[in-house]
């Protein structure tokens, strides 16, 4: 009971933070930072993002609360600024304006002037009511300046997953701010112009910087997109690959997972990491990688989550209501929690060909990208071997809607530890809108997966050969 109480609460405070209220537009008196003037920008047709890299550059500062010692966080800079918009867009705009602040300093509102503070890049992920989620990219540093001064947030707003291409935007962004905010409005004023890349392709932007003259840098978009929002190697710094493993194992069957760490970025990559293991597939409920301290009931919700809870809460997580989590410790390399049957969820043969793979090679792999692909590829070929033929069991209409053959899809498994699994995994979210959108699509499947399912089709066919020759 107290469960659902919590979830109604938190349920509620995402409200008020996504959802339209009613009253008139913010007050934008308090944006002490100014961009150039300019022409005013038109409304632009594709507001919900898709063809530009970003929606919103922001730089989020601290203000002191009138009462009291407490700082609160606010947005002192936008770009671009939007005119002329319809009432809809206008109240998105408002709505998501109010809850960035919060998830850029999510560790309360204490803080203090500092002469030194490490930068950290880390990222959030805002769910709009209709489903689709926008991404904020975050540089925290401290301005440029002398004596000790409070830490800012450049955020970068986008509806695209790809954290690599974005850490180096970051990058070229904290490069001018060291300079003048008047120079990083030409380079993101370039860049929202420039075409997002399709996989593979670089797009290069020109960009003159005082004193150092003109640079031209280039943003290259992975070839695998499916592993372009990733970088897995925190996740391996802070756990063995048995770990890891569990952690899989629970997220498949969609359990809640509660991430502890010091740092914003170590949270942020790993919860991402933790998320892009499950592709094809998606994790469709509560994902925040930077739990703000206001919404830190969120670990006692009834439903799946994967949430990062900076480990300043730990004592506050521990001692709340919460059932069947797995809670990590990313500093200790530990689980605090678990419900104790994380080793028994997948197929045990199939467990030992994941712990194989990557254990193979780790000395060879000198980029992110090997890393990556070291790392995605035994669990891509985890899901081959559990449900890649899952096509095969769509059948079509005459009009081409397709229905999902569950019962047979699963006798087709002639193993009886790979049946007893999927039996499970058929009943998640993460499969059901997997094949709901098989069914809808009217084209042959297509992409990284479904070539996987052909080269493991493909493989098996050649082995048939070599095992009848062997009798």
């Known amino acids: 009971m107290e469960g659902q109480v919590v979830g109604r609460a938190f349920r509620l405070l995402r409200h008020r933070l996504l959802r339209p209220r009613a009253g008139p537009p913010q007050d934008n008196s308090r944006e002490a930072l100014k961009e150039p003037e300019r022409a005013q920008e038109p409304s632009l047709p594709n507001f919900a993002g898709g063809q530009h890299f970003f929606e919103y550059l922001l730089v989020v500062s601290l203000r002191k609360k009138r009462s009291g010692d407490d700082y609160e966080p606010i947005i002192t800079y936008q770009f671009p600024k939007r005119e002329n918009l319809l009432r809809g867009q206008q109240e998105e705009e408002e709505r998501l304006l109010k809850a960035i602040p919060l998830f850029c300093f999510p560790d309360g509102n204490e803080w203090a002037s500092l002469t030194e503070y490490p930068r950290e890049t880390f990222s959030f992920v805002l769910t709009n009511v209709d489903g689709s989620r926008k991404i904020g990219y975050c540089r925290r540093l401290l301005p440029a300046g002398p004596g000790p001064r409070l830490p800012q947030v450049y955020c970068i707003i986008s509806c695209i997953g790809c954290f690599g291409l974005f850490s180096k935007i970051l990058d070229e962004v904290e490069k001018r701010h060291q300079i003048s905010m008047a120079v990083i409005y030409p380079f993101m004023q370039g860049l929202r112009e420039a075409a997002f890349p399709a996989p593979g392709k670089t797009v290069t932007l020109k960009s003159f910087i005082p004193d150092s003259g ?34 899989f194992a629970s997220a498949v069957l969609e359990r809640k997972i509660i991430f502890l760490a010091e740092g914003l970025s170590t949270l942020s990559q790993c919860i991402h990491a933790a998320a892009a293991l499950l592709y094809p597939f998606s994790w469709a409920h509560t994902y925040i990688p930077v739990v703000p301290e206001s919404l830190l009931a969120t670990v006692c919700c009834p439903t799946p989550f994967m949430v990062g809870v900076q480990m300043r809460f730990q004592q506050e997580v521990m001692d709340s209501p919460m059932e069947e989590v797995l809670l990590v410790n990313l500093c200790k390399g530990t689980f605090l929690m678990s419900v104790g049957d994380e080793k028994d969820i997948l197929p045990p043969k199939l467990q030992e060909d994941i712990l194989d793979s990557l254990g193979q090679g780790t000395n060879e792999l000198k980029t992110a990208e090997q890393i990556n692909e070291h790392v995605s590829g035994p669990f891509v070929q985890f899901f081959v071997k559990t449900v890649g033929h899952y096509a095969s ?75 009848k020759t062997v009798k």
């Open 214 to 247: 003109t640079e031209f840098i280039s943003l290259t978009r992975p070839l695998d997109s499916h592993l372009e929002h990733v970088d897995f190697s925190s996740l391996l710094h802070c756990l063995s690959f048995e770990q890891i493993l569990q952690i």
């Open 393 to 467: 069991y769509i059948k079509r209409e005459a009009n081409g809607q397709g229905h999902f053959q569950e019962r047979s899809f699963c006798k087709a498994l002639t193993s009886k530890t790979k049946r007893r699994f999927v039996k499970k995994f058929v009943k998640t979210q993460l499969f059901s809108l997997f094949i709901q959108e098989a069914e809808k699509s009217k084209n042959p499947p297509a992409g990284y997966f479904q070539q996987k399912i052909l080269e493991y089709e493909e493989q098996k066919k050649q082995k048939k050969p070599r095992e």
